[in-house]
């Protein structure tokens, strides 16, 4: 087993920051992106194979996140959506006009789950600010599901490169040094946060969102374009958290 290639994330910036450039076409940011998130998938695993063989620490942990207004509910849901679609779990929590996000993971997914977080904020609050809402329509409205589409859709992206990712590194070679395969090293690792998460909180309730604009197909297609990662997990360009 290989030590994880650090030059791989190096990349991975790189490429986001040319998918981030307004001088990028919608075709080469989403291209840019494709290869970003492909390399981050190939990372996470590297990282949960390594652990696996006892090469590199890599262990459960967790983090509270605040987010600040506006869209801060829709901001707990991206982040929420980011870190379940690494294998991690996210408690929502609220007090008031508080907002939080409890992330559950191992800390390398932790890790990608911020990059990915600042990346995609960054993306939507630009996006947003040029969105064009529909004559007669109520604007906070619109916004709000065009928000809640442009989550569906990164999350879906970001789904798919994982599941890519574990299809790609599960052949009958792909083991780690213990002869572990793939498949049962992430899924042990998904089961030791799930039981971190019951331990904590017991059994949760999964928040229902709805929404009543038109704008969530419209998000949509600015999430197929988004890129998906860079560094730091921030509420706009204010750090918003840190390890509990």
């Known amino acids: 087993m290989t030590q994880p290639n650090d030059s791989l994330l190096a990349r991975v910036r790189a490429l986001l920051a040319k998918a981030e450039d307004p001088a990028s076409t919608p075709a080469e940011a989403e291209a840019f992106t494709a290869k970003a998130s492909e390399l981050m998938a190939k990372y996470g695993i590297e990282r949960a194979m390594l652990a696996d063989a006892n090469a590199e620490p890599d262990v ?17 849901s991206l982040v929420a959506g980011i870190v379940e679609a690494l294998r991690g779990q996210a408690v929502l929590r609220d007090w008031g006009s ?5 992330m559950f993971g191992f800390q390398s997914d932790l890790e990608r789950a911020e990059l990915l977080y ?62 572990r395969s793939t498949e049962l090293v992430l899924a042990d690792r998904k ?18 969102t709805t929404y009543q604009g038109s704008g969530f197909q419209d998000g949509r297609a600015a999430g197929r374009t988004a890129n998906i990662g860079q560094t730091g997990l921030r509420g706009g360009r204010r750090a918003i958290g840190g390890d509990r």
């Open 191 to 208: 089961a030791i946060v799930e039981q971190r998460v019951l331990a904590e909180f017991g059994k949760l309730k999964a928040r229902r």
């Open 60 to 76: 459960p942990a967790d983090r509270i996140v605040t987010m600040d207004n506006p869209w801060a509910r829709e901001k707990q």
């Open 98 to 102: 508080l907002h939080r996000v409890h």
């Open 118 to 179: 600042t990346s995609l904020l960054l993306q939507m609050t630009q996006q947003l600010a040029h969105v064009s809402v529909p004559w007669g329509e109520n604007a906070r409205a619109y916004r709000r599901s065009w928000i809640l589409g442009f989550r569906h859709e990164v999350v879906r992206r970001i789904k798919a490169a994982e599941a890519r990712a574990v299809a790609e590194a599960s052949s009958p070679e792909a083991v780690s040094s213990t002869g």
